[in-house]
């Protein structure tokens, strides 16, 4: 049990397609996050929620749109993607205060063909 | 802006030996927090140590411990007595006071542990 759920483990879709990703938080955390991991570059934050609102978008696609029902919940919904987009995506939760670290989930691995 | 480097894309080690990972960051704040995460093949990030940038003191916790030089701006990784569990990618990662939220992480270090 990592405390961060992340569902799908793994997912190849097409550009035209449209898809989730799911995450789920069992810490009592109040932020939530969405990161990109591409190959032989710096993890790269795309949303941010704290308290269910988000704080922070670093200028994302979008293509890419977060919703966060939910304390506990972070959705990443996926539509008309580039095979750019390909790559792990992480989310990652923490309680919010100044010093704590990111918990992170097991990623999901995007692929766009 | 923040910035955080990791020069070395890979390393090895012999078990039970020590491995020294380098990182060095950029930034005009005086308050801030340091930390390395370790992601193993199964890719969930895992904290191994964090260090506070008021403490003088270098964190350890077991077998890792950090050589934290605010002056410089260099925040290294000893992994000492090196395990086979240890093979991994190992990311430094810098938070600041007032961005809250914001962390940056460099580029990641891949360490093989080789038995």
Known sequence: ETGVTQTPRHLVMGMTNKKSLKCEQHLGHNAMYWYKQSAKKPLELMFVYSLEERVENNSVPSRFSPECPNSSHLFLHLHTLQPEDSALYLCASSPGQINSPLHFGNGTRLTVT | ?115
Do not use: H
């Not at chain 2, 930390?35 to 199964?42: E, G, L, R, T």
């Not at chain 2, 410089?72 to 939220?101: E, H, R, V």
């Open chain 2, 1 to 115: 802006a923040q910035t955080v480097t990791q020069s070395q894309p890979e390393m090895s080690v012999q078990e039970a030996e020590t491995v020294t990972l380098s990182c060095t960051y950029d930034t005009s704040e005086s308050n801030y927090y340091l930390f390395w995460y370790k992601q193993p093949p199964s890719r969930q990030m895992i904290l191994v140590i964090r260090q506070e940038a008021y403490k003088q003191q270098n964190a350890t916790e077991n077998r890792f411990s950090v050589n934290f030089q605010k002056a410089a701006k260099s925040f290294s990784l000893k992994i000492s007595d090196s395990q086979l569990g240890d093979t991994a990618m190992y990311f430094c990662a810098f938070m600041s006071y007032p961005t809250g939220n914001q962390f940056y992480f460099g580029t990641g270090t891949s360490l093989t542990v080789i038995p």
